[in-house]
């Protein structure tokens, strides 16, 4: 079965930026149809973004504005660039495949003051 990697994750201080990038463990149609979503200690997972196979995407009010997401059909690669980050964006970053529903291991973001 086909497996989903998150990388880009770190520690940043208010206002940085990073990309995430969500990598299949072979060439998939599963990522054709994604989202991304993340945990916070002691919070409930929630959604963040996602891309349809149209390219549509769509944004938490958190982080519209901010985050911009992006498929590259061409690296079979998911990304999630992460700009203006707020001590509230510190969680565990989650990629997931809607058409498949598989899901990633995660990546940890620490946003600090």
């Known amino acids: 079965q086909v497996q989903l990697m998150e990388s ?28 991304w979503y993340r945990q916070a200690p002691g919070k409930e997972r929630e959604f963040v973004s996602g891309i349809d196979s149209l390219g549509t995407t769509n944004y938490a009010v958190s982080v ?13 690669k998911v990304y999630l660039q992460m700009d203006s980050l707020k001590p509230e964006d510190t969680a565990k970053y989650y990629c997931s495949s809607v058409r498949c529903s598989i899901w990633g291991q995660g990546t940890q973001v620490t946003v600090s003051t």
């Open 64 to 76: 519209k504005g901010r985050f911009t997401i992006s498929h590259d059909e061409a690296l079979n």
């Open 8 to 35: 880009g994750g770190g520690s940043v201080q208010a206002g940085g930026s990073l990309r995430l990038s969500c990598t299949p463990s072979e060439f998939t149609y599963c990522m054709f149809d994604m989202n």
